[in-house]
Each structure stands twice: as C-alpha cells, then as structure tokens.
C-alpha cells in the first residue's frame, strides 16, 4: 500500500456518467503500488550503458563551429594588445574575440562571467581571447597562434594566514551568519581542565568530474538555446537572459544528462558565456568543450584550508568551549566562503562557543563549492579534535561524543527535527567490532603492518528550495510529470517518479518524469543535498493538485486530458521550527606499512541518519559514493600551485591523484530507519553529501590508533607521516 506520510489525497470514484476517460487510478492508494522505499533500478541506466544517453558533448548540429580559448600567461596584470592576424588567415577560421572586439555583456553579481570585457587579467589561464572555426583541430590550431602582449604585475597566490593580509569573510553566508560567538570562550577555556589547542590544514581540491564542462549555443530569431553541463537550467536561463539584456522567456537550457558536478556545475561558467557570445558574432551554432587542464581554471575548486581549533572540557570529556577559526582563500573577482566552521555551531553541546572565517584574496582562479561545502573540511578538524581530547580525557572516542550529543540544536536553541547520531554511533560500533579495537589492532597486525580503528561523525545542514512542477494526465491511466531539475548522476528521475506515483496512487510504470529543459516549471539547483527534498516537494504538490482537480471533474478526465502545476514558494517561506540537519558516524580501519609508511583503508562502515530512504539503490550509491570521495580526499587528493609562475602543477589526471579501485576497501553503507516530515513532505532527508564529511577524520583517526601519530594535514602520504615521526608535522 501507499505509505504514510507520502501526501496520497482520496479522490471521489471514477464511476458515473460524463464524457472523458477514467482517471487511471482508484479513490485510494492502489494496493501493493508502493514505490517509495523500493530498490528500484536507474530509469536511463539502459541509455547509459549502452551509450545512448545524450550529453552535452553529443549534441551535433548542422553547421556547428568550434571554439578553442586563449589562456592567459601572466598570472596579474593587464592585456595591453592582441595580435589575431596570423590566426584569422587560416582558412576556416570564423573568428577570433578577445577584449578590443566582443559585444558587450550586462553585468552580473559574478565577475568572472564577464567574458572579455575587460582587459584585467587576475589569475593565471584566464580567457583572453578565443577563436572560432570550423572544426575542433582548427580552432586549436589558431589559437596557438594569436599572440597576446601583457602588462604583468607582482602576485600572491599561496595562502599564509600569518601574512597579515587575511580579512573577515562577508557578515553574512547565504544561509547563516559568518561568524558567531555564545559566553565566554576565553575565560572557559583557561579554567578548562582539559584543553585542545591544535590547527588542522586541508590542501586545494580540483574538480575533476566524469563529464568536462561544455556547451552547444545558438542564436534564431532573438532567442538563445543552450546545451549546458549544468546542475541548474532554471537559474542558468536567468543568468544568461541578464548577460545578454532578453528576457528569460527567450533563452532556453538544456541538459538532459549531466556526467558528474559534486558543485562545479552548479553556477555558470565562462565556457557558457563564451559559447553564447560566439554563436551571436559567427550566426551559427558553436560548441566549447573544457579540457583537462582548463577545468582546474575555470570549472572552481575548494579552497584549502587552514584551521585552528580549541577544545576545552572537563575530566570526564564533557565539553565547556569550542573555538573554530578558519582561513581560507578567494580571488579578486569572486566572492565564494566555505564556511568550515560552521558545522561546529551544530555538533556538540558547549555553552561558550565561537567559530570564525577569514579569507585572503589571491591572485588565483576563484573557488566554488565542492560535495559538502564546509562540512567536509571543516568537520576534518572538528573530529581529529575531538579524537584528540578523547585520548586527553582517557575516554574511547565513540563515547565521548555520546556525552556531548544534545537534542537541540546549540546555535539556534532549536529542538532537531531528527538527531539519531547516538543510534549511527552505537550500531556501527556494533557492526564495526568497535568494541575489540585494541585486540583487532593487535591480532591483524603482522610485524610490518600495523593496524588502527578510527570513527568520525557527521553533519549535512537540510535545505528546502523553492521549486515549480507540473503533473499531467492522458486519462487513459498514464502521468507525465515536468519539472526544470537536472539528474546529474543521482538518479532523480527515478526517485521523483517514486514519489510521484506513491502521491498519485499509480503504479510506478504508469508515471513518466521529464527534466533538463528550463521550458519545464522552474527549479532549484542540484545541489547541497537538497535536489530530492526541494523537487520532491514540488512534485508532492503538483500531483496532489492533480488529484484535486481529477476529483472536480468526478474522477473522468477529459479527452485532451488534465495537468495542475504547483509552486513551493508560499509554503517554504514560513520560518522554521526545528533545526534540519541530517547526520552520521563513520568507522574506518587502515594499515599502515612500517617500511614504507603507506596507509592503506582495509574497510570502512558508515550509518547515517536520512530519514525516509525513496531508494534503497540510488541512495546507497550516493553514500558509497561520498565516502569513495572521502577515501580518495584522505589517502590521495592535493592540489598544488607554483608560487613563482601562478599555475597548478596539478592541472590534469596525471598530476592530480585520484583514488582508483586499487584504493578502494569493502565500503559500507547503513541507514537508521526513521522519517523526518518538517524537512519534506516525503519523511526524506538529502543523502547525497553526507557520505564525504566523517570519512577523512575517521581515517586519520585510525592512523593515529595504529602508530601513534597525529596527522594533522591531509592528505596522509608517506611524506606526512616521516614528518610526524621528525616531529615537523604541524
């Protein structure tokens, strides 16, 4: 049957005179037509894995032209001339657009989409001009050949938060306050009796998803049309439709597929623009695709990180102050903050706290958001902190976070809609052996390898965003539901046809769901966990709405059918009453090699805290996932710029590693079962980041318990552990 809580409304029945057909559905939930909570396969993987999935790069379209950009090769200062001459004699050659000859664009809040419209250089590879042509090889070709002169400038593009130039982050997150403080930390720290005082640094993390950055635009009639790797149509019509002053009605964004964005995606790009302002100087479709190297300029990357942290409690472990202050870096065009603070305003019970953030602008590409924007590297810290004050206090680490766990939230003072980390922690120290990890550690170890269990919570903020959909009825038992959201690998399709059918009544087979396309109802971006809420929402009302107005007609549909659509704004603008946050603990166990000082994940559990699962299949998938992140941000991941030139060395595959299978253990995923109604009408909460956030500590922390040695810095490398043992770690 239809669960509880899935917003089924009951319908008069379909029986009776009147033209029409009838609704396709009983007066009630259809028995056995339950799909949320089902392990139902992707609805495209078919399409995926035979290749016919269309994306972005696939679109071909007749007389496609190609761009190829110019990167800048001064890392500050200004382009004082560009030399297309030699370019522009090619034969197929189009066009070649820099700053001296390119329509002008509108402003918008984000500088860096300002495609040539200023002769400013601020980072090293920043579009200076770009060449179009008739095909790919070409437009390459050329623009090797424009020459460009420069005006250069010194620059900085290291963070050093001792320079002196770091400044506070803006007053305000998009969501939260910058920075915040409750009591007084100072004074509860030095009567503290145990006291933590320690300072934890993540390195620069590039985006390198599966699918690069790309786009298709063209021009017909006053109206754009692109094909965008976006997580956004609807917020990316917008944007476009300022840039180039027409309304949005008149530009239209498609991205039916999207190969991977974990953020990178989620606000336009200048490959987009660039596309755009090519396709209106040449009148013919154009086509830019991002290469490897370019990605790490254009498509973001999440700051590195420099936090400290204090951590002052009592002899039995209880928390009296927490201090957070972290140091970050941005561009001179962007405005970006990761906020790796903030997730220490919500975790544990403290009465005096204070957490801070500080930026440096570099002359560097601007930092965008990255699979848990401040929860993950911020929560790195929290928790090797409180492994920290665990071993201070004698107290196992699984315990001592069950003494500081509390039920409201310590920032807001509201109560937590759902809070079952006590749960995730004790069934997966159960599952884990947790209890045996002094013997494990000595049984499994072999003389050359030693062996540490480690654990680590997390946290994920739930958000709600205003979203449009519309459900429609054929009346001969079928439903199609439009909504402008885009499935960037997570399976939305699949789970919003769950929860569509479940509210409808229908069988799942019955009901089909279109997305990315912004001609759809308006939606909210794929991001920060909040696609399945937000959209699924929009869908619950919409396909409630249907119901309604099925139940109007007397349960007959006409014969051009029904369709209701439905806004979420009004409902979403009530002020909140609980504190939405989901939650989740993670265990890990490593090797580490006596020799080479390789640390090795033989395993790793994770249970969590998501209220109502719509797919066990999608949902695991993305737990897995971010903890495959994790695993890889712990063991691999560095982003390394050249202070001298102002590049990154790590620009590509090759010098960016990434985990592969190799690095891979027996990963598992659990959920506590439950459903949480305040953060979605579905019981659901978003699973898609909270994979990533406990996995880097849990695994540091298992280092520690295996040699002894704290690692402060990720990523754990053999470096980082000789310089431990020297005593020069930080």
Request: proline letters at 6%; a neutral charge; glycine letters at 10%.
């Amino acid at each position: 049957m239809t669960r509880a809580g899935a917003a089924v409304l009951e319908q008069p029945s379909a029986s009776g005179s009147g033209s029409g057909s009838s609704s396709g559905f009983d007066s009630g939930p259809v028995p056995g037509a339950a799909s949320i909570g089902a392990s139902v396969p992707r609805r495209e993987a078919g399409e995926k894995v035979t290749g016919s999935a269309r994306y972005t790069g696939d679109v071909t379209l007749p007389r496609l032209a190609y761009v190829a950009v110019v990167p800048a090769r001064i890392t500050y200062g200004r382009v004082t001339a560009v030399h297309p001459a030699h370019a522009l004699a090619r034969r197929g050659v189009l066009a070649v657009i820099h700053n001296g000859d390119c329509p002008r664009l509108h402003h918008t809040g984000d500088p860096d989409l300002a495609v040539f419209q200023s002769p400013s250089v601020t980072h090293r590879g920043q579009f200076v001009a770009a060449v179009v042509a008739e095909s790919p090889q070409l437009a390459r070709e050329a623009a090797r050949e424009v020459q460009v002169d420069y005006a250069a400038a010194p620059h900085r593009v290291e963070l050093d938060p001792t320079d002196g130039r770091p400044h506070r982050s803006p007053d305000h997150g998009p969501h939260f306050p910058t920075d915040c403080s409750h009591g007084d930390v100072e004074a509860a720290l030095s009567h503290a009796p145990v006291r933590i005082d320690a300072t934890y640094t993540t390195p620069l993390y590039h985006h390198h998803a599966l699918e690069p950055h790309g786009t298709v635009a063209y021009w017909h009639d006053g109206r754009l049309t692109v094909h965008d790797t976006t997580q956004g149509p609807s917020g990316t019509r917008d944007i476009l439709a300022h840039l180039f002053g027409v309304s949005p009605d008149q530009v239209r964004v498609i991205a039916r597929h999207v190969g991977g964005g974990f953020g990178s995606k989620a606000a336009p790009k200048a490959q987009l623009v660039l596309a755009a302002v090519a396709a209106l100087v040449v009148g013919r479709p154009v086509k830019t695709a991002l290469t490897r190297e370019q990605l790490s300029v254009v498509a973001g990357y999440r700051t590195p990180t420099v936090q400290r942290i204090r951590l002052g409690a009592g002899t039995d472990g209880r928390l009296v102050a927490i201090s957070h202050v972290s140091f970050e870096q941005t561009s001179l065009t962007g405005d970006h903050t990761e906020y790796a603070a903030a997730p220490t305003r919500t975790m544990y019970a403290a009465p005096n706290r204070e957490t801070r953030h500080w930026r440096s602008r570099l002359h560097v590409p601007s930092p965008t958001w990255m699979r848990a924007p401040g929860e993950c590297p911020g929560m790195f810290a929290l928790e090797s902190a409180m492994d920290e004050l665990a071993a201070a206090c004698g107290v196992d680490p699984v315990e001592l976070r069950l003494r500081n766990d509390t039920a409201h939230d310590p920032h807001s003072g509201l109560p937590f809609s759902t809070r079952e980390l006590a749960a995730c922690l004790r069934l997966g120290a159960d599952r884990f052996g947790w209890a045996e990890r002094d013997r494990l550690r000595a049984e499994r170890g072999d003389g050359r390898r030693l062996v540490g269990l480690g654990v680590a919570t997390s946290t994920i903020p739930q958000y709600r965003f205003a979203s449009r959909a519309s459900a429609r009825t054929d009346g001969r038992g079928h439903f199609t539901v439009r909504i402008a959201a885009a499935d960037i690998g997570t399976g939305a399709r699949t789970a919003l046809a769950q929860i569509a059918a479940d509210t409808l009544g229908a069988c799942l087979d019955r009901v089909t769901v279109e997305v990315g396309d912004s001609a759809y109802p308006a939606a909210s971006w794929a991001g920060r966990s909040s696609g399945t809420t937000s959209w699924g929402t929009a869908v619950v009302r919409a396909c409630e709405a249907l119901r309604t107005e099925i139940g109007r007609h007397g349960g007959r549909v006409p014969a051009d059918g029904l369709e209701a659509c439905a806004d979420t704004l009004e409902e979403l603008a009530h002020p909140r009453t609980h504190s939405q946050h989901a939650f989740g603990a993670q265990f890990a166990e490593v090797t580490v090699d006596t020799a080479t000082r390789e640390v090795r994940v033989s395993r790793m559990l994770g249970v969590f805290d998501v209220g109502r699962v719509i797919n066990p299949v999608t949902a695991r998938s993305q737990l897995l996932g971010g903890m495959v992140m994790g695993i890889s941000m712990a063991l691999c991941e560095e982003g390394i710029v050249d202070p001298v030139y102002g590049h990154f060395h790590t620009r590509d595959l090759a010098g960016y590693r990434v985990a592969t299978f190799a690095d891979v253990p027996a990963v598992e995923a659990l959920w506590i079962e439950g459903d949480d109604f305040r953060t979605s009408p579905m019981g659901a909460k978003g699973v898609g980041e909270i994979g990533i956030v406990g996995t880097a500590a849990a695994i540091a922390n298992a280092v520690h318990h295996a040699t002894g040695l704290r690692i402060r810095n990720l990523p754990l490398a053999v470096r980082s552990l000789v310089e431990a043992e020297k005593g020069d770690g930080p």
